[in-house]
């Protein structure tokens, strides 16, 4: 099965069972489903190859999915495995994040079928302006404010910020995730990765886990796992293995992450295989460790039925978004496992989004140690009313976090009377 329908499914079997559960009619759950607008383009970009100039289309997309709460909001992806059909599984997505977590956004995602580490910075350049070019009439900062996801990243935001402000005039708020010198948050980039810890420590104590005596696994070395990791270590938490998309690094005795040497090796030689005192493993090797808890912070669907059989975790931190497939979910479950989704595991990135959207509203920057304090109490705040919720009408977590969510916007729009 494709990644499209894979998310897609996903997205809707997570859906369907809130939905019933909720009892909500079939006009409302289609009206729930259903995009706002849907926006696909063609980039022409000059590629410089062999020393010609060659004229290369790329595909982009922008779901917008719903606006009942706020302004959409949602992350622009630069993957070759970008589709329609992910893009509107992740704006639905979003959807309901930003309503868990109760702040007055809506969502949207957006994204490049494209491989960015294929590209010179000049013709990344190109492209991230042309997309924003083709976007523009759809984005703005009251309309829809991109941020940056996998495969883009500040500087990413800064060019798209700069084609924006040409014909828009200069605001900075039109997308998150920006450098600092342009508007940009503190604590912006680490801000998902340190939620992501924050949360784990939460759901590990409430399991009765001592940090110094629980052993970890990152599966995702990217910019939510490496921040995670580090946030993790300097709490105690025995990191184990972690893995990039070229493989993993395994060490029973823990990786020195409080140092970053791992981030420093990974500057250096592209990849985690040959840092000092590990050996390789891959993938799914990483799974099947014995170990307490795997923050899954890679790429959508990989923990499957094909793997989940080899887990022995007892906790699932879902950093990146639906890494755990539902039929996996129910598998684990059963088994015991506690999975703390994604709509509430990484939400730490869009609520620094939204308190940098904030800042650039008000002119007015904060310092790191408050942007970080907010987004704790606000990811405390919704853990507990998740929880509480669960224990309440005794369904799990990922359950009670969806129709949480949903019956928030659906309370929006007949608020609104769509």
């Known amino acids: 099965m494709g990644k499209k329908c894979v998310c897609q499914e996903i997205q809707r079997h ?3 069972v809130a939905f019933n559960r909720l009892k909500l009619k079939s006009e409302q759950r289609q009206l729930l489903l259903s995009s706002f607008r849907e926006t696909r383009v063609t980039i022409p970009v000059c590629l410089h190859q062999d020393g010609d100039n060659v004229l290369q289309t790329f595909q982009g997309y922008r779901v917008q999915h719903n606006h009942s709460r706020g302004p959409f909001k949602g992350g622009m ?64 900062v009251h309309e829809d404010i991109p941020a940056p996801d996998i495969g883009t990243n500040p500087q990413v935001m800064a060019w798209m910020l700069d084609e924006y402000s040409k014909t828009n005039g200069y605001r900075t708020g039109v997308v998150t995730g920006k450098p600092m010198e342009l508007g940009g948050c503190a604590g912006r980039l680490e801000a998902t990765g340190h939620g992501v810890a924050f949360l784990a420590d939460k759901a590990a104590t409430k399991m009765s886990l001592v940090p110094e005596k629980t052993r970890v696994v990152i599966q995702g070395f990217g910019n939510v796992g490496s921040h995670a990791a580090i946030a993790l270590s300097n709490k105690g938490y025995k990191i184990i293995s972690i893995s990039g998309s070229r493989g993993g690094v395994f060490s029973d005795k823990g990786i020195d992450i409080g140092l970053a040497l791992a981030l420093a090796h990974v500057h250096e030689t592209g990849a985690l295989m040959g840092l000092s005192g590990t050996t390789a493993v891959t993938n799914d090797e990483l799974l099947a460790l014995p170990c307490d808890i795997i923050v899954a912070a890679a790429l959508e669907a990989t923990i499957t039925c094909d793997n989940d059989d080899a887990i022995q975790a007892r906790l699932i931190i879902e950093a990146a978004n639906m890494p755990v497939t539902h039929r996996a979910d129910a598998r684990l479950r059963k088994r015991g496992v506690i999975i703390v989704p994604d709509l509430l595991a990484n939400a730490g990135g869009v609520l620094a989004s939204y308190y940098e959207w904030v800042q650039n509203l008000q002119q007015f920057p904060w310092e790191r140690e408050t942007v970080l304090n907010r987004l704790e109490k606000r990811l405390n ?23 949480l969510a949903i019956k928030r916007v659906d309370k929006a729009i007949k608020l609104r009377g769509f």
């Open 77 to 140: 992806r630069f993957h070759p495995d970008v589709n329609m059909g992910e893009v509107r599984a992740l704006a639905q997505l979003m959807t309901w994040k930003t309503a868990l977590v109760d702040i007055p956004f809506g969502g949207a995602k957006g994204g490049v079928t494209v491989d960015p580490k294929q590209l010179s910075e000049s013709e990344l350049e190109e492209l991230s302006k042309r997309f924003c070019q083709k976007m523009a009439p759809i984005i703005g």
């Open 381 to 403: 705040k919704t853990y507990d009313e998740v929880c509480e919720f669960a224990e309440q009408q005794k369904i799990d977590m990922r359950a009670a976090a969806y129709e």
């Open 14 to 16: 997570f859906l369907e």
